[in-house]
């Protein structure tokens, strides 16, 4: 399981949800909860699209594909 920072704001009646360390997974909600929720179904489905890509750029390519661990900087 990994870890993101979300970040939520109140915008009027709804709530803006996006993560920090990912571009392009952001969302909105009703509520926040709903925001959450949205959140993590984006968050799923921008890695499901970049694993897809890239499994198409590397195709028929010698590749090393590995776990890397980065410690916080904060």
Not at 1 to 7: C, D, G, Q, V
Not at 12 to 29: K, M, R
């Amino acid at each position: 399981m990994e870890k993101f920072t979300a970040i939520y704001e109140q915008d009027g009646d709804w709530w803006i949800g996006y993560v920090e360390e990912l571009s392009g997974a952001n969302t909105q909600g009703r509520t926040l909860e709903e925001a959450r929720e949205n959140l993590k179904e984006a968050i799923q489905l921008v890695i499901e699209a970049n694993r897809e890509l890239i499994g198409r750029e590397t195709e028929g390519k010698t590749i090393i594909r590995e776990e890397i661990l980065v410690p916080e900087s904060r």
